[in-house]
């Protein structure tokens, strides 16, 4: 008897141990950052009283993760498009997300199968079809305001389920919408998205020299600092299946030479490193990946008498983004834009006309990345 009892329990450690390592490996390396992902079905839309339904065959989402029951998640839908839609009847319809970002609200997760489950809120749609007169409706939430979509999300597959339930509905109908739809109708919206996964040969150490100037500019004021001389080491994940989230980093950025033009010489110091490299979009016919740079905190000194010296990061304090592209055939990584401001600039003489806690801060640069790399997503 007790040696049954043994290789029960020594069956039972077993089945744990291996369902932890199933649960384990189910879960794929996911950051949190921003993310993107493809439809694998037609998007579908459907007017549950009349039996109009508009089909979509490119849908297409992106937006942030934040941390989820066993790892990052897709927390935002900041960008939703649709394209290529046609209504019963082969009419051509035009579909737009509005209200956005939506948002993503765990309410459940079952470990043993790895999928979150929860609800996309914030979801209003305007519905244009085509049809003689042209039929236009907006969608969401029982009367007026943002609805509720159903939705899921699964750790091992990567996939987005949208539309199982939820509480649309037609809240406004144009003349030209008789027959398609009526106030009050019941709506359903349902998808399936896969978030991109990405392909990065040969990863690894990488150093970054810029290959013009780094400039920058303040707009509000009018003052310019260029850094002829910049540069940056880093790494990249290698391999296949990986997450556009944190492909990369910067773990050191230096500048040399850097003045406020007609003003003074200038230092500038990248603080907070690492700053995180994203890759958001790929374009297979140009090979350009389009992504961010994260984490950017800088101190620059402007060196009047008595010295600027300011902080730079994203609005409202902590760190900020700056936008760039990544192109395989030249592997170049140019950056520009984002959402720099100051955050902070010394009071008194030093930084009157210079600078104000505030102001945006407009970036543009270009570096050659070596040993050459090729980004590709899927």
């Excluded at 007790?2 to 490996?25: H, P, Q």
């Excluded at 199968?113 to 749609?125: H, I, K, R």
């Excluded at 000194?301 to 902590?318: A, E």
């Amino acid at each position: 008897m007790r040696a049954l009892i043994r290789k029960a329990a020594t069956t039972a450690a077993v089945a744990a141990i291996t369902i932890a390592l199933i649960a384990l490996t189910a879960v794929p390396a996911f950051a949190v950052g921003p993310y993107s992902a493809g439809n694998t079905s037609p998007a579908y839309f459907l007017d549950t009283n009349t039996g109009v339904s508009s089909v979509c065959p490119v849908s297409t989402v992106s937006g942030m993760t934040d941390n989820g029951p066993s790892g990052p998640i897709p927390d935002t839908f900041s960008n939703v498009t649709f394209s290529g839609c046609i209504t019963t009847g082969g009419i051509s319809t035009t579909v737009t997300a509005t209200g956005l970002p939506w948002n993503f609200n765990v309410v459940s997760y079952n470990p043993g199968t790895g999928v979150v489950s929860g609800t996309l809120t914030g979801v209003t749609l305007t519905i244009t079809i085509n049809s003689s007169p042209t039929c236009t409706m907006t969608v969401g939430g029982p009367g007026s305001g943002p609805g509720t979509v159903n939705a899921a999300f699964g750790y091992s597959t990567g996939l987005i389920d949208l539309g199982v339930g939820g509480n649309l509905e037609v809240q406004t109908a144009t003349p030209g919408c008789t027959g398609l739809a009526n106030l009050g109708d019941p709506y359903v919206f349902a998808a399936q998205y896969q978030i991109n996964t990405w392909t990065v040969t040969p990863g690894g150490s990488i150093t970054a020299i810029n290959i013009q100037p780094l400039q920058t500019l303040n707009p509000n004021t009018g003052v310019a600092v260029v850094c002829p001389i910049s540069s940056a080491n880093g790494t990249l994940q290698s391999g296949g299946g990986l997450q556009g989230a944190q492909i990369g980093q910067l773990s050191s950025v230096s500048t040399s030479g850097c003045a406020a033009i007609g003003v003074a010489s200038t230092s500038v110091t990248a603080t907070g490193l690492p700053w995180h490299l994203n890759a958001v979009s790929y374009d297979g016919l140009t090979g350009v990946t389009t992504g961010t740079l994260t984490g950017v905190e800088a101190t620059v000194t402007i060196n009047v008498s008595p010295p600027c010296t300011v902080t730079v990061g994203g609005p409202g304090g902590g760190p900020g983004t700056i936008n760039g592209t990544f192109t395989n055939s030249t592997d170049v990584l140019a950056v520009s834009g984002g959402n720099l401001e100051v955050q902070t600039a010394v009071p008194g003489f030093g930084c009157i006309g210079l600078a104000n806690p505030g102001d945006p801060i407009v970036i543009a640069g270009q570096y050659q990345v070596t040993p050459g790399q090729t980004i590709t997503s899927p």
